[in-house]
Every structure is written in structure tokens, then in C-alpha cells.
């Protein structure tokens, strides 16, 4: 019943910012640790950034940290990926996840729950 759904993707030009949004439904945001994965067609599901339950811890791949920041609003039932500095390696379909439990963060079988994912592409 728990469903996400991502929003903020589309075209952007390498340097420009972006905010990706991820609204949760059927469930409460805050019994949720978060995640945000990127994929291509070339390359596996790979691990962005999480954030945990209050939104005070987070952890970024070392490919985004400095450039991307993961919050969110548990009474909006919603997370954030504020993307900055985006350079064309960052193009790919972006998607949040959630699970309730611990276990490996940047696993993909470790989350319970994926929204479609928001296509995001940066040119030169």
C-alpha cells in the first residue's frame, strides 16, 4: 500500500541545480529511512544518498557528496534531493526508496518500497 513518487527531473544544462522530490503515501514518512538511486541503461542501480528517519543523518556517494544534499519534511510526507553542480555524468533516472530497518544503505534489496523514478538530464 506504501507508494512513491518522485517529481523535479527533466532537462537541465551542466552547472544548473535541480530539486527532485519524493512524496510518500499509504504510510508514515518518519517510520522510513529514505534513499535516492540513480540508473542507466548502461550501468546497475547505484546508491545517491540517504537520510534517516529525522533527517539529521545523511550519507552521499562519494560521486554527489559536495554537490547534492538529501533532507525532508515528515509532515509533508516528502524528501528532497537538491542537486547542484550537475555535470552530465549525473544524467539518469533518479529514484527514491524506503525501508524500515537497517542493513546495508546503499543495497537496493535492503528497500521495501521505489517510487517510478524521474528522468534527469545535464548537458554540456
Known amino acids: 500500500q506504501v507508494q512513491l513518487r518522485e517529481s523535479g527531473g527533466g532537462p537541465v544544462q551542466a552547472g544548473d541545480s535541480l530539486r527532485l522530490s519524493c512524496v510518500v503515501t499509504g504510510g508514515t514518512c518518519s517510520d522510513y529511512f529514505m534513499a535516492w538511486f540513480r540508473q542507466t541503461s548502461v550501468k546497475e542501480r547505484e546508491f545517491v544518498a540517504r537520510i534517516s528517519r529525522t533527517g539529521r543523518d545523511t550519507y552521499y556517494a562519494g560521486s554527489v557528496a559536495g554537490r547534492f544534499t538529501s533532507s525532508r519534511d515528515n509532515a509533508k510526507n516528502t524528501v528532497y534531493l537538491q542537486m547542484s553542480s550537475l555535470v552530465p555524468e549525473d544524467t539518469a533516472t533518479y529514484y527514491c526508496?524506503?525501508?524500515?530497518?537497517?542493513?546495508?544503505?546503499?543495497?537496493?534489496?535492503?528497500?521495501?518500497?521505489w517510487g517510478q523514478g524521474t528522468q534527469v538530464t545535464v548537458s554540456l
Open positions: 526508496a524506503s525501508r524500515s530497518g537497517l542493513g546495508l544503505f546503499s543495497t537496493p534489496a535492503n528497500y521495501h518500497y
